[in-house]
């Protein structure tokens, strides 16, 4: 979630490559620190791209950059690029792309001869092996008995192949490896030591077309058909597919590590991986100025997130007094246009428990109720009640519209639970406290609580916008 809305932010702090000088002058100063045209420019452009529903003009899109920027500098000045958190978030997307730079093609291929090197020594001059088989499974605790039966099994589907029935038939009717049974029983090309011993020594003792008698393996009984067998191909001709594994496996990342293991030991521990890191990351930032203003957008980004988080999105969510007091001074806003009822449609099995359900809740906050109806009636394996809790509209629940909203409908009998009911109140005109509306009352809170926040900054920070410049914006 917090990767999601740091992007979203990011939308408005992302900058491309400046160059500084009369031909990229300053369009605005936001605290003390220059803004250049080419920054906002890169900003406006992206965000007001083809596809953007509601674009923006220059002159509209220089708020919301300035807001940007205030807010960075807030985090700033409340040293929250200090923290050890922050740092560490920040290093992790900044390594992300520092990482993929520090392996080259050459290294690449270096790796790719290496996996090859090492699967032709592993296969050695036993080859590949391309076998089919019809399985029978035998479980380590079969008794005497399931295994005698299986013995049976399999020795008469033996001799039905020796008989001439198709064997890739017999695979997909009988073979219980449902991994291979569907295509006829044929496995992937194997080699040495990538299957059960037992039925190794039995497959590569057989030629191409030959097919092995029945034997038991520790899965279980195995007739074994011989597809084809070859030697492994030369490297050109696989290295198309080793590139693929690598790409895979994430083998790049793991070359990095590598890399980075040797550097440490090389430097006698006065290197460490996080510094390796660093230093490739500035100096990848003083020769490509899109890399640099990547991680000039991670670091903003998610500064943004923290301060914002702080002033405004925890800040609204757990202050309920907060909540409360504006949800008062704008009652009105919340007014709905036709009833509610605020309650539980629920359905029993005894009728005792329609009165049980209404004076289990009846003295509780609506927020309490939930809890208190499952340790009451539905704390063990058997479930007593079924309920439904919330605030109803004509329309949302078929009891309530028929118990309460007198509407004339049909109700979905309840298997195991024949007896229906309804307990609550009807709000007719609002809602009864901010808790009914808590999703609208915390978003609005939390706008009023930015737009307050936004207006301090800009009371607290100094903000000079060159019209000059900006008249120039994308027309230079």
Request: with cysteine.
């Amino acid at each position: 979630m917090k990767a999601l809305i740091t992007t979203l932010f990011l939308l408005a702090g992302t900058t491309a490559a400046v160059a500084q000088g009369a031909s990229d002058p300053v369009v605005m100063t936001v605290n003390g620190v220059d803004v250049p045209r080419s920054e906002f420019e890169y900003s406006y452009n992206k965000n007001n791209s083809e596809g953007v529903i509601d674009k923006k003009t220059v002159d509209e899109y220089v708020d919301l950059f300035v807001n940007y920027k205030l807010k960075v500098a807030a985090a700033l000045d409340a040293r929250m690029d200090t923290l050890r958190s922050f740092k560490l978030e920040f290093a992790q997307y900044r390594d992300q792309q520092v990482r993929p730079t520090m392996v080259t093609d050459a290294e690449v291929e270096r790796e790719a001869h290496a996996i090859y090197d090492n699967t032709k020594k592993s296969i050695g001059d036993k080859g590949l092996i391309h076998p089919a088989h019809i399985f029978l499974f035998v479980g380590q605790k079969a008794t005497d008995a399931q295994r005698a039966a299986a013995k049976v099994r399999i020795d008469s589907i033996y001799a039905a192949l020796k008989a001439g029935a198709d064997f890739a038939g017999m695979a997909k009717r009988l073979s219980q490896d449902p991994s291979t049974a569907q295509n006829g029983g044929l496995l992937p090309w194997v080699g040495p030591n990538q299957t059960l011993k037992e039925f190794e020594e039995h497959a590569y003792a057989l030629k191409p077309g030959q097919m092995s008698e029945p034997f038991l393996s520790a899965a279980g009984y195995h007739i074994v058909l011989m597809k084809e067998r070859k030697q492994l191909e030369p490297y050109d001709s696989l290295r198309a597919n080793i590139m693929r594994f690598i790409e895979q496996r994430n083998i790049r990342d793991q070359i990095v590590t590598r890399k980075l293991d040797a550097q440490v030991k090389a430097s006698g521990g006065k290197l460490t991986k996080e510094g390796i890191l660093e230093q490739r990351a500035d100096s990848l930032a003083n020769v490509d100025s899109e890399m640099k203003y990547l991680f000039k957008e991670y670091h903003d980004g998610l500064l943004l997130y923290e301060i914002s988080n702080r002033m405004v999105w925890d800040k609204a969510a757990k202050d309920e007094k907060g909540l409360e007091a504006f949800f008062r001074k704008n009652r009105k806003k919340y007014d709905w246009s036709e009833p509610r009822f605020k309650g539980m449609a629920y359905h029993v099995k005894t009728q005792g428990d329609v009165k049980a359900v209404r004076d289990c809740v009846k003295h509780l906050p609506f927020d309490k109720w939930a809890e208190a109806l499952r340790t009451t009636f539905n704390n063990d394996s058997v479930i007593r009640i079924r309920v439904e809790k919330g605030i109803f509209k004509k329309g949302d629940n078929a009891l309530i519209d028929r118990e309460i909203f007198k509407k004339d409908t049909v109700v979905q009998a309840l298997k195991d639970y024949p007896i229906d009911a309804v307990y609550g109140k009807l709000l007719k005109k609002r809602p009864e406290d901010y808790t009914d509306v808590k999703g609208l009352v915390t978003a609005d809170y939390q706008d009023a609580l930015e737009k307050d926040w936004v207006a301090a900054l800009r009371r607290k920070y100094a903000v000079t916008v060159n019209r000059e410049v900006l008249k120039t914006v994308n027309k230079h």
